[in-house]
């Protein structure tokens, strides 16, 4: 029984190591371009086809859940769009604290938004929330209140 137990545990310690232990590890995936954002995690992405002046792309996640976020940055801040996975998904991205949810309406949006520490002036951060058809969305950035919509809308063909 003696040599066994040695034996046993190098399969187990070669099996674990070679992946083979029946767990997955997953980790996020990664596009670097939109092309490839769209090649690699298909047709549903939340690209808008309205940004303000100044916004690039930066890159596109798809998280573990299934959502997937693309991320643009401009000196005034990042701007980052979600297509969340369920209704239920959580927004990923920076925390946005604030004790009021405001309705904000236009452009044929309907969400909820979000500032941080309940402060509406430009260049607070914010969090909006909406749904679409049978999607939901989650956008955060710095972006004045009349272009919140304006992004949210391109990203749905409602611009």
Not at 9 to 37: D, I, Q, R, Y
Not at 84 to 105: E, F, M, R
Request: with cysteine; proline share 6%.
């Amino acid at each position: 029984m003696k040599n066994i137990l040695p034996a046993l545990l190098l399969l187990c310690c070669l099996l674990a190591a070679s992946g083979c232990t029946g767990t997955e590890e997953t980790v996020p995936e990664h596009a670097g371009t939109l092309a490839e954002a769209r090649e690699v995690f298909g047709p549903d992405i939340p690209e808008p086809s309205y940004l303000p002046e100044g916004y690039t792309f930066e890159n596109a996640v798809r998280s573990l859940d299934g959502s997937v976020t693309l991320t643009y940055t401009s000196t005034a801040g990042d701007l980052q769009i979600t297509r969340l996975s369920s209704a239920d998904a959580p927004c990923p991205g920076p925390t946005v604290a604030g004790n009021k949810d405001w309705i904000v309406q236009g452009n044929g949006i309907l969400g909820r938004a979000v500032y941080q520490n309940d402060d509406r002036s430009e260049g607070s951060l914010w969090l909006l929330r909406w749904d679409w058809n049978d999607a939901t969305f989650c956008m955060t950035g710095r972006l004045p209140a009349d272009e919140i919509t304006k992004v949210a809308a391109s990203v749905v063909g409602e611009e």
